[in-house]
């Protein structure tokens, strides 16, 4: 089978290693969600034995993966009063849908819209729900900018004023330079705003 997305280690301690990812069979021509020992990928899902309605659910230890506790730290941050984030998140309304109640569709769309360890889930609208049309996955420093209390550093503030300076870039230029919103370029200039990280 051909790798689509992956393959991304599970954590199983000492045991032996294991992975998954999303594989492409050619046998049935569709796109299968497995987990792997040591790297090797079978030459079709399984797709032409008795047990094939199962390769959906095949992908076993998943608790074990990094997935898996980016969807569990989402439904706790939305669900769970208890959670120390919960105020940012359910609290303020932020719903997990209905679609990812369950891990498997959201592994699922995960791995079919570009899910990497290294990238982190984000909102496009901030005050909307976690919802397959709503996430992305980006790189932190993306999802720090679009942060609702998003910060500028000493340093970003005093590029932001040599810039400024310069003459060549508007106020509103500079607030999409850095992520910001304008009014927050205003203040940076005006000498009246800035924020340690
Ligand atoms: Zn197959």
């Known amino acids: 089978m051909k790798i689509i997305n ?5 954590d199983k301690g000492n045991k032996k290693p294991a992975y998954f990812g999303l594989f492409y069979c050619p046998k049935c021509k569709t796109n299968v969600v497995k987990q792997t020992s040591n790297g090797k990928v079978s030459k079709t899902c399984g797709c032409g034995r008795h047990d094939h309605k199962k390769k959906h659910g095949a992908c076993v230890g998943y608790k074990d993966t990094k997935l898996y506790k980016v969807w569990s730290g989402i439904r706790s941050r939305c669900r769970n009063k208890n959670n120390q984030r919960y105020k940012h998140y359910g609290g303020r309304g ?3 849908c209905e679609e990812w109640q369950k891990y498997e569709p959201f592994r699922d769309w ?3 819209n570009g899910y990497k360890e290294y990238l982190s889930i984000d909102r496009r609208n901030n005050d909307g729900n976690y919802t397959p049309e709503n996430c992305r996955f980006i790189t932190l420093t993306d999802n720090n900018r679009n942060k609702k209390n ?3 550093s000493i340093k970003k503030a005093e590029k932001i004023r ?13 607030a999409k330079m850095f992520g910001v919103h304008q ?8 000498n009246e705003i800035w924020v340690t990280d």
Do not use: C, D, M, T
Request: glycine residues 6%; aromatic residues 14%.
């Open 183 to 190: 009014w927050r370029i205003w203040k940076v200039l005006k």
């Open 6 to 10: 992956g393959p991304w280690p599970v």
């Open 162 to 174: 040599s810039i400024y300076a310069e003459g060549e870039h508007s106020q509103r230029e500079l």
């Open 110 to 112: 995960a791995l079919l």
């Open 150 to 152: 998003n910060v500028l």
């Open 94 to 96: 932020i719903a997990f």
